[in-house]
């Protein structure tokens, strides 16, 4: 978003126009939330949002492209049109986030403890809801492929969700079992077996490790994090610093413009 923003500064710098392209991709990604929560039929019935058991990854798509949307519109109108009210505004909005994220991290750092109770209270609150929603499902699913993990802690997490639990009175044929993401995957096989992880509980410890991963999610993303620690530090000094360098073009931009008027 920032860099887009960026390309808009230099084409008024030399007086070339350019397209909203934030503003569209902003508009897209509210579309595409908006046409999500359409298709689940919360937009019939908005007293649905606050009824999901778990998170709903749609509000991702909404919350972003709301901000890209907002943003995109500031940034490109105020550079285009030389208006120094939304070139402010695009430049006081972006320190703000600039500001949350640089306090996310510094409180991150601190309170890591309580991050990861957090954490392992968001994941058990989602797998309770694993059923109630398809792209919560969609989402742990992926998850638990891509970390070769299952639960928060391991297996037996999945005890909190009604269909998965041991109870003697669960009736549901997924009793004992896990999602098919959190099975061991076998490279000949071609069609997923959606099926792999029934009653896999039933046998010992050592037994379902053949089946199923048993490391919990996250334990297994607190491993990703250290192994690609310079990365994911990286992305984040290049964000904080295109934003800084937005925040500067957008007030020299201010600045310009209060000057040339300032001759009239």
Request: charged share 20%.
């Amino acid at each position: 978003m920032t860099v887009i923003f960026l390309v808009f500064l230099a084409a008024e710098e030399s007086q070339k126009s350019s397209r909203p392209v934030t503003k569209l991709l902003g508009a897209a990604f509210l579309g595409i939330g908006l046409w999500a929560w359409a298709e689940k039929g919360v937009l019939s019935n908005l007293s649905s949002i606050t009824d999901l058991g778990g998170f709903d990854p749609v509000w991702l798509f909404i919350v972003v492209g709301g901000v890209m949307f907002v943003l995109g519109f500031a940034g490109c109108i105020g550079a285009l049109r030389e208006n120094t009210f939304l070139l402010k505004f695009f430049s006081v909005f972006l320190g703000l986030i600039f500001f949350l994220e640089l306090t996310a991290g510094i409180l991150a750092f601190v309170f890591k403890d309580w991050i990861k109770d957090q954490l392992n209270f968001f994941i058990n609150n989602n797998v309770k809801a694993y059923r109630d929603d398809i792209d919560l499902q969609n989402l742990i699913d992926f998850a638990q492929e891509y970390w070769l993990c299952c639960g928060a802690h391991g297996p037996d997490d999945w005890n909190l969700n009604i269909y998965f639990n041991c109870t003697d009175k669960n009736p549901s044929r997924e009793r004992c079992g896990v999602p098919f993401s959190c099975c061991v995957k076998n490279p000949s096989e071609d069609v997923i077996n959606t099926q792999c992880g029934y009653d896999v509980r039933l046998q010992g410890d050592i037994e379902r490790q053949k089946y199923i991963y048993t490391k919990g999610c996250v334990g297994q993303f607190e491993k990703w994090l250290q192994d690609n620690l310079i990365i994911v530090a990286g992305v984040f000094v290049g964000v904080a610093l295109l934003q800084i360098f937005g925040i500067c073009l957008a007030q020299n931009l201010v600045s310009d413009v209060k000057a040339v008027k300032a001759n009239w």
